[in-house]
């Protein structure tokens, strides 16, 4: 059998004792709104490229979800026609979805795999790949970027997030990444994605305030606060300037 490559091990590692348990940071009313706001983004790309699917004369858009974890992603993609693939560094995760999805058709393969190398080329090219707070772990996050370019069909798309430099974050003593971890700025990204060869992108960005507000906010009533000042701190911010996270949207 040939041997799975893995190039991370110190991240591997982390997200296997992490395993199950990742989906508990996502338990809150807050960021279960959140979470929205990103499977919509994820839902949103994909049916842009339904008109796409049907000129083609095909009826399923082949999706690939980098970096699966517990299938938050994953889920929003497989409530449309697609034929979808995963691919996680970590065992654990893989196996906890392989187990969770056994008995979705739409599902036709969930391996382990660094995104550091490119996904295996028995599996073509992709219609929408999406790699979700996964790629800002390896300093190489910009031979990530390449490696899902070349995978996907021309025209596709590409969805991804990284976190922003200049953010609330920026005080070294509100950074809680275990694992270190890449920044950058809209800048830079744009830099890349030009390098690259993606021929268009939006960036945008959801939340400002710290992550650990997100988990306390349990209550209609501290969601709705919470969401307001995200609101205000947009309209007097704009897109992207301070966001936590940026989210790409790019297209091959
Ligand atoms: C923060 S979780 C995000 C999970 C999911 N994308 C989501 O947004 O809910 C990061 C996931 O990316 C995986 N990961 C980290 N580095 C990776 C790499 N180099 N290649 C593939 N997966 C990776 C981890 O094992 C973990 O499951």
Redesign the pocket.
């Known amino acids: 059998m040939k041997k799975i490559k893995i190039i991370?091990k110190k991240?591997a590692n982390y997200?296997n004792e992490r395993g199950e348990s990742?989906s508990k940071s996502w338990r809150s009313l807050a960021k279960k709104r959140l979470s929205k706001l990103e499977t919509d983004l994820v839902e949103e790309v994909i049916c842009s490229k339904k008109e796409d699917v049907k000129k083609n004369r095909k009826n399923k858009l082949k999706t690939l979800d980098?970096?699966?974890?517990?299938g938050?992603?994953t889920e929003a993609i497989l409530r449309h026609q697609v034929i979808h693939y995963a691919?996680?560094?970590?065992k654990t995760?893989v196996e906890y979805c392989r187990e969770k999805f056994k008995n979705n058709p739409k599902i036709r393969e969930i391996i382990v795999?660094?995104?550091?190398t490119p996904p295996p080329r028995k599996w073509g090219k992709f219609d929408v790949i999406t790699a979700?707070?996964?790629l800002s772990?390896?300093p190489k996050w910009q031979e990530e970027l390449i490696n899902l370019y070349q995978a996907l069909k021309p025209g596709g798309s590409l969805i991804f997030t990284f976190p922003n430099k200049y953010s609330s974050a920026m005080i070294s003593k509100l950074k809680r990444r275990p694992l270190g971890g890449r920044e950058v700025s809209a800048r830079e990204l744009e830099f890349t994605l030009r390098k690259i060869g993606f021929s268009e992108w939006n960036i945008i960005g959801f939340s400002r305030l710290l992550d650990s507000f997100y988990d306390l906010c349990d209550s209609e009533i501290s969601a709705f606060i919470l969401f307001t000042i995200e609101r205000i701190l947009s309209f007097v911010f704009g897109k992207t300037l301070f966001v936590r996270l940026f989210y790409v949207t790019c297209k091959k």
């Open positions: 991370d991240v997200w990742y980098i970096g699966i974890g517990t938050r992603i691919t996680d560094i970590s995760m795999h660094d995104v550091l979700f707070r996964v772990y390896s």
